[in-house]
């Protein structure tokens, strides 16, 4: 089974700066099965990233994603005040089964 | 829409039930999932169900965990036996997205809590 580990645990930056979340994992995966989402708090997650890079349906450009290998990363270019939260990368594999990484929580500065 | 609905209250070593209904879209042709999380914890896929009933589940939960699923009804359901206060969490259904294995369209939750 995939391990992902994401880093940091929390990051504290002010609107307007670049947030880099990163999801490692346990061993080397297809990057089509890596996806992110953004959950805040009381709220189901959305999904935001699909196959490490593709933006889901209504995600604003300011996040991106990409990665391959063991190593991927999330993108937001410039923090709005709605994109304070907890971002989780996830992994599908084989079986079929699906993990999620720990979460790195954004907030204000 | 998904919309889970079952009881808010289990006791410790029963079965856990929930429901997850599905509306405004297509049913068929998608599979579907259970995930939860534990209060200020990190989510935890439960397991995955397709609309001709096959099904797989986390192999830490597989012996306590079945799915099924009533497509008259687009309707899957979850059922958890001998359940502790580790299994206290929100609740979550949701789609598994057709092109990509990724969870696309989420229920709002609901919180069970397990307590005598």
């Known amino acids: 089974e995939v391990v992902l580990t994401q880093s940091p645990g929390s990051l504290s930056l002010s609107p307007g700066e670049r947030a880099t979340l990163s999801c490692r994992a346990s061993q080397s995966v297809n990057s089509n099965f890596i996806a992110w989402y953004q959950q805040k708090p009381g709220q189901a997650p959305r999904l935001l990233i699909f196959?490490?890079?593709r933006r889901a349906i209504a995600i604003p450009d300011r996040f991106s994603g990409s990665g391959s290998g063991t190593d991927f990363t999330l993108s937001i270019s410039r923090l709005e005040p709605e994109d304070f939260a907890v971002y989780y990368c996830q992994h599908y594999g084989s079986s079929p089964s699906f993990t999620f990484g720990p979460g790195t929580k954004v907030d204000i500065k | 829409q998904l919309q889970e609905s079952g009881p808010g209250l289990v006791k410790p070593s029963e079965t856990l039930s929930l429901d997850c209904t599905v509306s405004g879209g297509s049913f068929s042709g998608f599979d579907w999932s259970w995930i939860r999380q534990p209060a200020g914890k990190p989510l935890e896929w439960i397991g995955r169900?397709?609309?001709?009933?096959?099904?797989n589940y986390n192999p830490s939960l597989k012996s306590r965990v079945s799915m099924s699923i009533d497509t008259s009804k687009n309707q899957f359901s979850l059922r958890m036996s001998s359940v502790t206060a580790a299994d206290t969490a929100v609740y979550y259904c949701?789609?598994?997205?057709?092109?990509?294995?990724?969870?696309?369209?989420w229920g709002r939750g609901t919180l069970v809590t397990v307590s005598s």
């Open positions: 949701a789609r598994i997205g057709s092109f990509a294995p990724t969870f696309d369209i």
């Open positions: 196959g490490a890079s």
């Open positions: 169900i397709s609309t001709t009933g096959s099904s």
